[in-house]
C-alpha cells in the first residue's frame, strides 16, 4: 500500500501567487514504514536514539483522555521499526512525550504528560530499559510538555502546559530531581503548547503560549530572574492556535513565529528583535484545522521550511523559496486523519529529514523526503 501524496496546484492555497512553484521534495510512506498495526488515540510523536545504536527510535503517547498504552519503537536503521517495547507497565491518558538525558547519566530519558493523572518520568538504563516512572509536577489538564534549560544551569528542565488551568514548570537539580511547580501565564489560559527562546536577544530564554478556546497567544519575556510578567500578545485575541514553532524564516537575523491554526487559516509572525512582531503572513485564504507545526530545512538548501499537522485534511509541507512569504506546498497523508503531532527528523539516513505523524484512531506513519520526479527549475 502506498499513501498518495499529492502537490496543491490551486492559486488560492498561497496569496498573491498566480501560479505556486512546484515543491521540489515530496514526503510519501508505504506499508512498510507504519509504527506496528494499531490504531491508538495518538497525541504525540518523539524521536531519539534511545539503545545509542546510532538510529533513531520513536516513543509514542496515547491516550489523551482514555488510558491506554505507550510504546517504544526501535528503528533498526532505514526507518525499519522491527521492535516494540511497552513504556511502562500501566496505561496512562497522556497526551505528551518528550525525550532528553535528565538525569546527566549520556543516555536519554523520556517525559510523559499525563491527563488529569500522574506525569510520569522514565529513566533510562543506557539499553532503552526504563524504570518505573517518577511522578513529578501537579495532576492537571495537560496537553504539553516542552524540555529546555529555562534556569542556564545546564540541566534540562520540564515546562507543562494545561487547557483551561495553571500552567507550569518544574526545575531540574542536574540528577532529574524536579522541584515544586512555578506557575507562569494566567491560572485560566487553555495553553496547548508552549516555546522557550529568547526573542528580544537579552540573553534570558522567554516563553512562547499558543493559546485556544478564542483566549489572547502570548510571548512571556523573561526578567531573568525567571519572572514572566511582561506580556507581548500576538495573534487576533480570539485565536484557537494549537502549536507555535520559532525560527528565522525571512532570514533578516530575527526570530519569527509559524502558528498553526484552528478555524482560521495558519499565519507567520515576522519578529522584530524586540520580542514584538511586525509584518505577517497568511499561508492560505482558507480555514485550516491545524495541530502542528515544526520549522525544518526540508530540502537542504540552507532556508527553513514549515510542516504543519492537519486534522480532517491532508497535513502539508510548505517550502520556502527565499523570504519566508512565498512557498512551494505539498500534501501528504489522508485528508480523513487527524494527525495531533508530528516529529521531523532523519530516520533513514539519506541526510534528509523525514515525517512521523501522530493520528488519532489511525496508524502513525512515517514519510520519507524524496525527490519530486514533476520538479523542474
Known sequence: ?????????????????????????????????????????????????????????????????????????????????????LLGTNQSTSYASEIADMDGDGDLDIVVGNDMAPNLLFL????????????????????SLTLSDLDSDGDVDVLVTCRGRQNYYCLNDGKANLGIPQPFGEQSDSTIDVVVADLNRDGFNDLILANRDQQQNFVLLNDGQLGFDQKIP??????????????????????????????????ILFGDGKG?????????????????VAIVD?????????????????NAMYLNQG????????????????????????????AYPDVLTANSDAL???YLNRPNRNFKK
Open 1 to 85: 500500500m502506498v499513501l498518495i501524496c499529492w502537490v496543491l496546484s490551486s492559486a488560492s492555497l498561497l496569496r498573491g501567487a498566480q501560479q505556486p512553484p512546484v515543491s521540489e521534495r515530496i514526503l510519501v510512506s508505504n506499508s512498510r514504514t507504519s509504527l506496528g498495526t494499531q490504531e491508538n488515540l495518538t497525541a504525540s510523536v518523539r524521536a531519539g536514539d534511545l539503545n545509542a545504536d546510532g538510529n533513531l527510535d520513536v516513543v509514542v503517547a496515547n491516550g489523551r483522555h482514555w488510558p491506554q498504552q505507550n510504546f517504544i519503537f526501535l528503528n533498526q536503521g532505514n526507518a525499519r521499526f522491527n521492535q516494540v517495547w
Open 124 to 143: 533510562n538504563n543506557g539499553h532503552a530499559e526504563f524504570e518505573k516512572g517518577i511522578p513529578f509536577g501537579s495532576v492537571s489538564s495537560v496537553r
Open 234 to 267: 500576538f495573534g487576533t485575541g480570539k485565536d484557537e492556535t494549537r502549536s507555535v514553532a520559532v525560527g528565522d524564516l525571512n532570514r533578516d537575523g530575527h526570530l519569527d513565529l509559524a502558528l498553526a491554526n484552528i478555524g482560521e487559516p495558519n499565519q
Open 276 to 292: 514584538g512582531f511586525g509584518k505577517s503572513k497568511l499561508l492560505s485564504d482558507s480555514r485550516n484545522s491545524s495541530y502542528a
Open 298 to 314: 526540508m530540502n537542504q538548501d540552507q532556508i527553513p521550511d514549515l510542516v504543519f499537522a492537519n486534522a480532517g485534511q491532508s
Open 323 to 350: 523570504d519566508g512569504t512565498r512557498y512551494a506546498v505539498s500534501q501528504f497523508g489522508s485528508s480523513e486523519a487527524r494527525t495531533y503531532g508530528l516529529v521531523v527528523e532523519d530516520f533513514n539516513g539519506d
Open 364 to 366: 502513525n506513519w512515517v
